[in-house]
């Protein structure tokens, strides 16, 4: 094993609980991903994660990101570069699903995340008063990022003026801020976090969960 595979830290042991308790299967899930973090394929299914979400996949690759960093902090702003450039090339799928298969794939994607159409709605009404920056938005905040790049593509699809490097730029800017903010206080904090959050795991899967549905309706019913 190189040296850039050696663990800095063995996985805090796992705490049982009673598979009763409301929020074991997010503990399951945690644990899961702590010991996951020291493997070597932890890193491809990152960037997997991250290509994905922005495009069709409803999971951010946040909490993998945050338990990587935190399980091996001097690779914490690697992990963070591989979470970006993956996020921007998944975003660029999310536009060409929009440009060129909104009529198949893309009405079943919006079939899932958006069946009435009201966040698409508002999208197009975003992106008329703020152009690109409503894409920064959605890159930086748990607003799905996936509707935003599938609604880009279809919005150029039909001629509006929406030019793939100013997509890529906002798309690079908005996410690598939220993932490079993660990045270096996980390379400062680590150990720290890794301590914090098993202390306060219950609340911060209740404030996770929160943040990922209460992004969904963001769109809906603000704006």
Do not use: C
């Amino acid at each position: 094993m190189s040296s850039a595979d050696t663990p800095e830290s063995e996985p805090i042991p796992p705490r049982r609980r009673s598979a009763l308790h409301p929020l074991q299967w997010m503990r399951n899930i945690y644990e899961w991903m702590m010991r996951f973090a020291h493997t070597p394929h932890a890193e491809r299914a990152l960037f997997g994660i991250s290509f994905a979400e922005a495009s069709f996949f409803p999971i951010p690759p946040d909490p993998l990101l945050m338990v990587m960093g935190a399980a091996q902090p001097k690779r914490a702003i690697r992990y963070a570069a591989v979470t970006t450039v993956a996020s921007v090339l998944g975003a660029l799928l999310g536009f060409a699903i929009g440009m060129f298969l909104m009529d198949t794939l893309g009405e079943w994607l919006l079939g899932i995340y958006d069946p009435d159409r009201h966040i698409w709605g508002k999208i197009e009404t975003w992106f008329g008063e703020y152009g690109l920056y409503a894409l920064l938005i959605a890159a930086l905040t748990p607003i799905p990022f996936k509707v935003f790049t599938i609604a880009t593509g279809a919005m150029a699809a039909s001629g509006q003026d929406i030019g793939i490097v100013a997509f890529v730029v906002a798309s690079f800017v908005g996410r690598g801020a939220r993932f490079f903010l993660e990045g270096i206080l996980l390379r400062l904090y680590g150990k720290p976090i890794v301590a914090w959050m098993e202390k306060w795991f219950d609340w911060i899967a209740i404030a996770f969960t929160a943040i990922l549905i209460g992004g969904f309706f963001a769109l809906k019913y603000i704006g």
